[in-house]
T-cell receptor, first 112, second 114 residues
Framework: KNQVEQSPQSLIILEGKNCTLQ??????????LRWYKQDTGRGPVSLTI?????NTKSNGRYTATLDADTKQSSLHITASQLSDSASYIC???????????FGTGTRLKVLA | KAGVTQTPRYLIKTRGQQVTLSCSPI?????VSWYQQTPGQGLQFLFE???????NKGNFPGRFSGRQFSNSRSEMNVSTLELGDSALYLC?????????????FGQGTRLTVV
């Protein structure tokens, strides 16, 4: 069964600290993996998208990694800011389909 | 360039009624996909349309249907509403030729069924 699991479910950190969010998937055959940021009450906004051949991709203070062998991805946030408080969602799609499997997200709270 | 526009933003309906939600994709995008987001289930894929054809469908009952027009605008319809249909409904648009292209989400329609 195609599944995407994220951990932790929620996380609280102090402003300026780094953090890493995890995503494990069982989607096969793999096509691509995306990380989205979703502020409360708004639509998700794309942070990164990675295909099978990519193992690192950065977008400002956000760096995503992908290990296609272990089917794991991580999103590292550097020098967190209050505006990073949001839900971070990992999404995986299977090759040959246009169907996206969503993780349940990690809710991040950055405190001053 | 205008983003993805969803209307209405908020909607309150009673059980048994039907509802139609609208999504206007980014200009030039031919793919529109729909999602349901609830606190308990997270984001779940409903269906995806490309060039007026449903290209993929999630695991939702037949009460959920959609269509896409020649200008790529899409509508989603839910008939015989149930309390459990209360959710944020999101649509996303992409160029659509390949599955690994960027998808851009709208702000969503918050549906409350009472």
């Amino acid at each position: 069964k195609n599944q995407v699991e994220q951990s932790p479910q929620s996380l609280i950190i102090l402003e300026g600290k780094n953090c890493t969010l995890q995503c494990n998937y069982t989607v096969s055959p793999f096509s691509n993996l995306r990380w989205y940021k979703q502020d409360t009450g708004r639509g998700p906004v794309s942070l990164t998208i990675m295909t099978f051949s990519e193992n690192t991709k950065s977008n400002g203070r956000y760096t995503a990694t992908l290990d296609a062998d272990t089917k794991q991805s991580s999103l590292h946030i550097t020098a967190s800011q209050l505006s990073d408080s949001a839900s971070y969602i990992c999404v995986v799609s299977a090759e040959g389909t246009y169907k996206y499997i969503f993780g349940t997200g990690t809710r991040l709270k950055v405190l001053a | 360039k205008a983003g993805v526009t969803q209307t209405p933003r908020y909607l309150i309906k009673t059980r048994g009624q039907q509802v139609t939600l609208s999504c206007s994709p980014i200009s030039g995008h031919r793919s529109v996909s729909w999602y349901q987001q609830t606190p308990g289930q997270g984001l779940q894929f409903l269906f995806e349309y490309f060039s007026e054809t449903q290209r993929n469908k999630g695991n939702f009952p037949g009460r959920f249907s959609g269509r896409q027009f020649s200008n790529s605008r899409s509508e989603m319809n839910v008939s015989t509403l149930e309390l459990g249909d209360s959710a944020l409904y999101l649509c996303a648009s992409s160029p659509g030729e390949q599955s690994n292209t960027e998808a851009f989400f709208g702000q969503g329609t918050r549906l409350t069924v009472v």
